[in-house]
């Protein structure tokens, strides 16, 4: 009897020696495998998705409005076996921390700063920027104050020159010129179900394809207490970016940065004119219009992966 005990607890012992450890989460190299964290900066919880081999070219993904890191998820799936991507939440976005508008100061200086400071915190000194909206004033400014950084810039309906600002710009402009007199309408256009599920369907020929639980997530966002306050004054801040297009044009100019930009042709938002114009500053740029929306990673995911494979894969 002693001997069988002693012969199991033996077994137990040996199993116990090649049973895997589940102590501490799987670490970034594993393939395909994302990881949902969160790190510190300036006091504030940064929440990040990142998948694929640490020793991979790193992309540093930088979402629009109103979207989150979620957005980038199509791409996490297709490509996190080849590449190292990032996707944060700014702050007041998706999970990270949301301190109220009186807090802190929600303009795109300050997201860049929080991002720049997120970037140094988890180590990413070299990267590709894959800026989608919101995600190029915010990528553009890191772009300009840290050039030795950036290895490339992939571009998804993202505005860096006055080209891309389509006829809706003409009442977002009046806002800027007189916030009092024109909140509560931005607010109430700017801010609403309707428009949300606009920059999802836009001009596309088949609404039909296009799943509505898109704008009803994130218009469940807009919803948070907080958020129409956040979004107003980030918004009118927007205002600065615009009058940065020409330093950014400059920089484009006088860097030459290896770039891809896709444009989802039905965006109400974002012209299609905005290609020609990065190509004047960045003539070998490769250019790709997509059978898509404002979010076309989410309408083409399986095109726009394949682009910036092949993108990527040519600068190895």
């Known amino acids: ?12 012992a040996s199993l116990a020696a090649v049973a895997p ?59 996190s076996t080849r590449y190292h991507l990032i996707a944060p939440d700014y702050p007041g976005f998706g999970h990270s921390d949301a301190p109220a508008a009186t807090e802190f100061s929600y303009t795109f200086d300050n997201l860049a700063k929080v991002m720049d400071g997120f970037t140094e915190a988890i180590g990413a000194n070299r990267y590709v920027l894959f800026m989608q909206d919101y995600g190029g004033p915010v990528g553009m400014r890191l772009a300009v104050q840290h050039p030795e950084r950036v290895q490339a810039l992939i571009v998804q309906n993202a ?9 809706l710009w003409v009442k977002r402009r009046e806002f800027w010129a007189n916030r009092a007199a024109n909140e509560a309408s931005l607010r109430a256009t700017f801010l609403s179900l309707e428009t949300t599920k606009q920059r ?8 039909e394809r296009v799943d509505p639980d898109r704008w009803v997530d994130e218009f469940a966002f807009l919803s948070r207490p907080g958020q129409q306050d956040i979004q107003a004054d980030l918004f009118y801040d927007y205002r600065n970016n615009v009058a940065s297009y020409p330093a950014w044009g400059k920089w484009l100019r006088d860097h030459q940065p290896r770039s891809l930009v896709m444009w989802g042709k039905y ?18 740029a490769e250019v790709h219009v997509i059978d898509g929306g404002h979010f076309a990673i989410n309408d083409k995911p399986d095109e726009i992966a394949k682009l910036v494979d092949g993108f990527l894969s040519r600068g190895n």
């Open 1 to 12: 009897m002693l001997k069988s005990i002693v012969s199991l607890l033996i077994a137990s």
């Open 267 to 284: 965006d109400p938002s974002f012209q299609v004119a905005e290609v020609a114009a990065f190509q004047r500053d960045v003539p070998k």
């Open 159 to 167: 505005v860096s020159h006055e080209d891309g600002l389509g006829p």
């Open 21 to 79: 450890s589940h102590a501490a989460p799987p670490a970034p190299s594993e393939a395909g495998v994302t990881q949902y964290r969160s790190v510190t900066v300036n006091g504030l919880r940064i929440f990040y998705r990142e998948a694929g081999p640490a020793n991979a070219p790193t992309v540093l993904m930088l979402h629009g409005f109103p979207s989150s890191s979620r957005m980038f998820e199509p791409l996490f799936a297709r490509l």
């Open 200 to 207: 999802h369907i836009g001009t596309n020929p088949h609404p």
